[in-house]
């Protein structure tokens, strides 16, 4: 305990320990025993060396991540307290600070500790050195994994068959894939202004205009327009930006565009093919009405015809059978009017005029036959 108040008023009566990154400046017009009470009420871990590297203070902090009491370490040289050290980059910081004077910050493994700190020295009384160190493992490894996560991320995006972009929250494009790059053929800038340059001026006022819907409402959004390759060409793509929230709001837009210059020709040429097949079939269902019709008309003259040939056929039958009844009835009145020598005026008017009428009947029995030949 008397090497540390011994260093503690050394610290006081060589003024400033410099500027100590997350700890309070200390001056030597502070009251005794007040540096102390400060530096162990700070979050950091702070201890000071002389210059042959004996330790004359270490806060509450410093013990705790050293796995150390104060009586372990205080007095004592640190490559005494800690061996292993000697080979790691803060000792080397240590050892360059002495020589140089000028302060440094790093970021690396403690050997001692075998995890990530942050380290701050600086020179320090009596040409020694203050040591401001924090934990910073968890932070190192949570980085390591999100650089992980954003490395797999663009593996991902640059394995897709597709054009591919990352867009931040102020429009600015943090990423874009190896297909979009190609596809460009020469370097593209960040800003929206570079992307919507390549697209066909015709398409433009759509895509900005669905952009600014879905900014505003925060939602994805998709759009078919043309977009201009390196050689010039403007090929159809689908543009589609899917949002990726966070806590607050969009943290970015996931963007693909995927070429359908194909798909849109091949689908011209269906519906072509389509509209010639359905007037191919038009053309086919008419033809199939005109013979429909045509057969009914057919078989309406073929029903006429058998209807005709029926009223023939009962024609013919009548006739023929009123002509032999006319026959026998000509044929008996002859008959009658040869037996009769010398008949009265009364019949012979009678068997005149049923002759006469039998003739006409023959007459139209002839007819008959004639109308149903």
């Known amino acids: 305990m008397e090497t540390r108040a011994r260093a503690r008023n050394s610290a006081s009566q060589e003024g400033s320990l410099g500027p100590i990154r997350g700890a309070t400046v200390l001056r030597a017009t502070e009251p005794q025993g007040a540096p102390a009470g400060v530096l162990e009420a700070i979050g950091d871990a702070v201890y000071a060396m002389d210059r042959e590297q004996r330790i004359l203070f270490a806060n509450r902090r410093a013990l705790e991540l050293w796995r150390k009491t104060s009586a372990d370490v205080i007095g004592r040289r ?31 493994v403690a050997p001692a500790l075998d995890r990530w ?22 932070r190192k490894r949570a980085e390591a994994r999100l650089r992980d996560s954003e490395e797999r991320f663009r593996s991902m995006l640059e394995a897709l068959p597709n054009i591919a972009f990352v867009i931040g929250p102020d429009g600015d494009a943090v990423y874009y894939n190896r297909q979009f790059r190609d596809y460009v053929g020469e370097p593209l800038g960040p800003g929206l ?4 340059a390549l697209l066909h001026p015709d398409d433009l006022p759509q895509l900005v205009e669905a952009r600014r819907e879905a900014v505003e409402a925060g939602v994805e959004y998709m759009v078919e ?4 390759r390196h050689d010039g060409a403007y090929r159809w793509h689908r543009i589609q930006n899917r949002t990726m929230h966070s806590e607050g709001g969009v943290a970015y837009w996931l963007g693909t565009a995927v070429d359908i210059e194909d798909m849109r020709h091949a689908n011209e040429l269906l519906e072509q093919r389509v509209a010639e097949r359905t007037a191919e079939l038009e053309s086919a269902n008419r033809r199939l009405a005109s013979q429909i019709e045509e057969r009914e008309e057919a078989e309406a003259r ?3 015809a058998q209807r005709t040939e029926a009223i023939g056929q009962l024609t ?37 005029g049923a002759l006469a009428s039998a003739n006409r009947g023959a007459r139209l029995t002839a007819q008959l036959l004639a109308f149903s030949r």
């Open 117 to 138: 700190i942050e380290l701050d020295v600086h020179p320090g009384p009596s040409g020694g050195l203050v040591v401001v160190f924090r934990d910073i493992h968890d």
């Open 193 to 196: 202004d570079d992307r919507n």
């Open 78 to 108: 640190l490559l005494d307290v800690f061996p292993d050290i000697a080979a790691g980059e803060p000792y080397r910081a240590y050892r360059r600070v002495l020589e140089s004077g000028e302060p440094e910050h790093l970021e690396t």
């Open 302 to 304: 073929l029903r006429q």
């Open 316 to 352: 013919a039958g009548i006739a023929h059978d009123f002509n032999n009844l006319l026959t026998s009835i000509i044929g008996n009145i002859e008959l009658i009017e040869g037996r009769l020598q010398h008949p009265d005026e009364r019949i012979a008017r009678l068997l005149s």
């Open 225 to 228: 327009v043309r977009m201009r």
